[in-house]
Structure formats: C-alpha cells, structure tokens
Antibody, heavy 118, light 113 residues
Framework: EVQLVQSGAEVKKPGESLKISCEAS????????IAWLRQVPGKGLESMGI????????RYRPAFQGRVTFSVDGSTNTAYLQWNSLKASDTAMFYC???????????WGQGTMVTVSS | DIVLTQSPLSLPVTPGEPASISCRSS???????????LDWYLQRPGQSPQLLIY???NRASGVPDRFSGSGSGTDFTLKISRVEAEDVGIYYC??????????FGPGTMVDIK
C-alpha cells in the first residue's frame, strides 16, 4: 500500500526548534516530489513548497523561505520539515503529500499538529 | 500568485440530489500541453484531503463515478450526480500551473440539509 506516515503531534514553546517527519512506503521514494502544506485550524490549505528526494532540490513558497527547511533521508524514505525558532503563528496542522505527474497531490499523510504556546 | 475563488462557500445538500461547485481562476489554467492544471480535493471532517479530480476532468483512482469535473481556462465545475452522506466535507479546487506556488480555493463546505 502506498502511504505517507507522519510523526505525532507536538507542543512547543516560542523560540524552540522542531523537526517533523513523513515516512513514505509502497513506492519508489525518489520518483516523486514531496510537498509540505499548512492548514491553520479552521482555515484552508496552503502549500509551503516541495522537495525532490532524488537530489534534495527544494523549492519554497516565498512566505516560508528562510522560516522552514525541507530535507530528506533516502536511506529511510523519510522527508522532514524543520523550524529553528518557532513562533505562536506557526501553530497549525502540517501535511506532507506526494506530487504525482507534477500536477496533483495523490497521496497525503495523516497530518502533524504543531502547537506553539508559552 | 494565481487566485482561486469558489462558489458557493456553503452548500446544504439533500441525499440523492445533484450538487455543483464552481471554481474560478484569476488567470487561465490551460497549459501549453492542452491540459488544464486544476484539481479538486475533498477533506472530510477530521481527515486529510483526498484527490478527487486531476487535470480538470480526470477522476482519481477509486473515486466514484458520481463525481465529475469540467471546464477550461478560468472556469471550472465539480458536479456530484447524486449526493451521498459520505460526501460531506470541504471541497477545494487547486491550481498546479505555477509550480511550486500551488494555490487552493477557499473551500466549499458541503453538508446534509
């Protein structure tokens, strides 16, 4: 079964760092871009950017450039989303998704809820 | 960024009846390859979004044939021929013309009357 399994919910304080994960299985990890998307509670979906597992080519939406870092580990078929210094405004559900054919998110992770509060 | 608008934003439906959602883009989504870079997703309550329709009119794997997508350029429509109770949730259109600046519409909440 093709699936993306994300790490569990996190509660952090402002200024702390965080790295969440997205483990792929059931397909060749290096064949597809992985996207990260944000959904603020009660709001819509926003794409943050994409990363290609074959060469770690990462492309960020300008609003997220410099605020987050995408990475991958090909040995474990895992993609990561990292923050160096969280803000309360980073509180959201974060999804990873597989980009199919360069045009559609055909497989989604279950989401990781990140809460940043003092 | 390309801006997508959806209407209606809320759609109460009766099981067995048809339903339709519109998505309009601030610029044409017709790719030079002839395909429209417009997808439809359904996010059921408490779940991750799932792909319903890709490239404007192609049903994703496992999606019931009561769902259909149509349109071209800047105007698109998602139709449900006969709504079922499991179809409740928020429907989003998304453009993939500007990779990686994918953008979503605001969503249409579909619930049962």
């Amino acid at each position: 079964e093709v699936q993306l399994v994300q790490s569990g919910a996190e509660v952090k304080k402002p200024g702390e760092s965080l790295k969440i994960s997205c483990e792929a299985s059931g397909y060749t990890f290096t064949n597809n871009w992985i996207a990260w998307l944000r959904q603020v509670p009660g709001k819509g979906l926003e794409s943050m950017g994409i990363i290609h597992p074959a060469d770690s080519d990462a492309r960020y939406r300008p609003a997220f450039q410099g605020r987050v870092t995408f990475s991958v580990d090909g040995s474990t078929n895992t993609a990561y989303l990292q923050w160096n210094s969280l803000k309360a405004s980073d509180t959201a559900m974060f999804y990873c998704a597989r980009l199919s054919g360069g045009v559609s998110f055909d497989i989604w992770g279950q989401g990781t809820m990140v809460t940043v509060s003092s | 960024d390309i801006v997508l608008t959806q209407s209606p934003l809320s759609l109460p439906v009766t099981p067995g009846e048809p339903a339709s959602i519109s998505c309009r883009s601030s610029q044409s989504l017709l790719h030079p390859n002839g395909y429209n870079s417009l997808d439809w997703y359904l996010q059921r309550p408490g779940q991750s979004p799932q792909l319903l329709i890709y490239l404007g009119s192609n049903r994703a794997s496992g999606v019931p044939d009561r769902f259909s997508g149509s349109g071209s350029g800047t105007d698109f429509t998602l139709k449900i021929s006969r709504v079922e109770a499991e179809d409740v949730g928020i429907y989003y259109c998304m453009q993939s013309l500007q990779t990686p600046l994918f953008t979503f519409g605001p969503g249409t909440m579909v619930d049962i009357k």
